[in-house]
């Protein structure tokens, strides 16, 4: 069964920072590629940022561009968000999920809160 | 990237069929065949139910149907059942080689 437990998140002030890991389980990691994506209290969902399979292609919306850093450790079947200089609007439940292909998300894990304030 | 315009709420009695829309651009659902919908219950994470506009995955019941016609895409639920009621939004792959969701839209079962 294919999991996805993501954690890190927590009560940040603004202009600090966070890492958030995700650590998946029941498919070979290193073959797929990886999304998060994060969704604001009462909003609606937001694609965050993407990494291929062997890092060789990574994109970031512009909201977090700059700021934002994806990365991912294949032997420890793992996914990583670095988020520095948050700020009120980054306040969301971050979700990571396996990118089959093209927004093609067929797992998701139960999401981690993150939320920016002073 | 603007996210792809969706009806804020859709409602439909039990046994009846309901219609979502999702209204982009060229750049985005005009572009490609990659558009996909998920259902999100409250308090869940969301569920892929279709994708490249017309496909279900196992295991998605095929009452669940995708359509797209220039930059509109829509989901069809045919035969609608109380479980259906949950938040649904679409995707998009887009020319900025990124993703945009739709703004959702919440499905009521009367």
């Known amino acids: 069964e294919v999991q996805l437990v993501e954690s890190g998140g927590g009560l940040v002030k603004p202009g600090g920072s966070l890492r958030l890991s995700c650590v998946a389980s029941?498919?070979?990691?290193?073959?797929?590629?990886m999304d998060w994506v994060r969704q604001a209290p009462g909003k609606g969902l937001e694609w965050v940022s993407s990494?291929?399979?062997?890092?060789?292609?990574?994109d970031y919306a512009d909201s977090v561009k700059g700021r934002f850093t994806i990365s991912r450790d294949n032997a420890k079947n793992s996914l990583y968000l670095q988020m520095n200089g948050l700020r009120a609007e980054d306040t969301a439940v971050y979700y990571c999920?396996?990118?089959?292909?093209?927004?093609?998300?067929?797992?998701w894990g139960q999401g981690t809160l993150v939320t920016v304030s002073s | 990237q603007s996210a792809l315009t969706q009806p804020a709420s859709v409602s439909g009695s039990p046994g009846q069929s309901i219609t979502i829309s999702c209204t982009g651009t060229?750049?985005?659902?005009?572009?490609?065949?990659?558009v996909s919908w998920y259902q999100q219950h409250p308090g869940k994470a969301p569920k892929l139910m279709i994708y490249?506009?017309?496909n279900r995955p196992s295991g998605v019941p095929d009452r669940f149907s995708g359509s797209k016609s220039g930059n509109t895409a829509s989901l069809t639920i045919s035969g609608l059942q109380a479980e259906d009621e949950a938040d649904y939004y679409c995707?998009?792959?887009?020319?900025?080689?990124?993703?945009?969701f739709g703004t959702g839209t919440k499905v009521s079962v009367l």
């Open positions: 999920a396996r990118d089959l292909h093209r927004c093609v998300f067929d797992s």
């Open positions: 029941g498919f070979t990691f290193s073959s797929y590629s």
């Open positions: 990494i291929t399979s062997g890092s060789t292609y990574i």
């Open positions: 060229s750049s985005d659902i005009g572009g490609y065949i990659y």
């Open positions: 490249e506009v017309t």
């Open positions: 995707t998009s792959y887009t020319s900025s080689n990124s993703y945009v």
